[in-house]
């Protein structure tokens, strides 16, 4: 693998991260709890979610996907109920303003682990996209156990980077917003998850 592969991958990979998503709402939403751990942890589960997913379309996880369209129909509503079930729980979630929000207790590191790694994880979408995507970079005449790792460890530094910019940015809004225009904030990324999992319900595979 060259460096311009390289290069090319991280730019390529950076368009398509950039675009808001549901682990990048989330990290906006955890931002604005201005609680540092529970955002932090939120992105190491995104993060955590590249490695597993690249990981799979390196053992053959993502063709088998691709093949079986029972595996994708279960994936894919796993990870409609998830959307939905997370936008509830942002609608109701009640915030309070300036630094009463940084001991918001409704919120748990863990918790944002959990939810940041399960969003992503069921989302057929994501394991479809790397097994299109990655095998483009993959030079198949040298080892290609290496060039897995490699992409995956770029791809997860690259989330987490773009990932902190969105937590950094609804720190930002919760320092300038009342309760109310927090919790306007929620619902708005709540209704984007609803609209995530109808685009998701309604999504079928390319063969299909």
Same mark, same amino acid.
């Given at each position: ?23 990048? #709402? ?11 751990? /529970? &955002? ?11 490695? #597993? ?9 993502? %063709?088998?996907?691709? &093949?079986? +369209? ?21 609608? *109701?979630?009640?915030?309070?303003? #300036?630094? &009463? ?8 590191? &863990?918790?944002?682990? *959990? ?9 057929? @979408? ?15 005449? +040298?080892?290609? =156990?290496?060039?897995?790792?490699? #992409?995956? /460890? ?18 930002? %809004?919760? *320092?300038?917003?009342?309760? @109310?225009?927090?919790? *306007?904030?929620?619902? %708005? ?16 595979? =390319?063969?299909?």
């Amino acid at each position: 693998m060259t460096i311009s592969t390289i290069c090319l991958y991280i730019a390529a990979c950076f368009a398509v991260t950039v675009i808001p998503g549901p682990t990048m #709402l989330l990290a906006l939403a955890n931002g604005a709890s201005r609680n540092w751990c /529970v &955002a932090g942890m939120g992105i190491l589960g995104a993060a955590l979610s590249d490695l #597993l997913l690249i990981g799979a379309v390196a053992i053959g996880l993502g %063709a088998i996907l691709a &093949a079986s +369209e029972l595996f994708f129909s279960i994936i894919k509503w796993i990870g409609v109920i998830y959307l939905v079930w997370l936008a509830i729980q942002l609608w *109701r979630h009640k915030p309070t303003s #300036l630094d &009463a929000g940084i001991k918001d207790s409704s919120y748990s590191a &863990a918790k944002a682990f *959990r939810r940041s790694l399960l969003v992503a994880l069921s989302n057929p @979408k994501g394991l479809l996209f790397f097994s299109a995507f990655l095998p483009q970079f993959i030079n198949t005449a +040298e080892p290609q =156990a290496i060039q897995y790792i490699t #992409l995956a /460890v770029l791809t997860a530094v690259l989330d987490m980077a773009v990932m902190t910019c969105y937590a950094s940015g609804g720190a930002q %809004a919760a *320092r300038l917003l009342t309760a @109310k225009g927090l919790r *306007r904030l929620n619902r %708005a990324c709540a209704s984007s998850f609803i609209s995530l999992a109808v685009f998701l319900a309604l999504y079928k595979k =390319a063969n299909s």
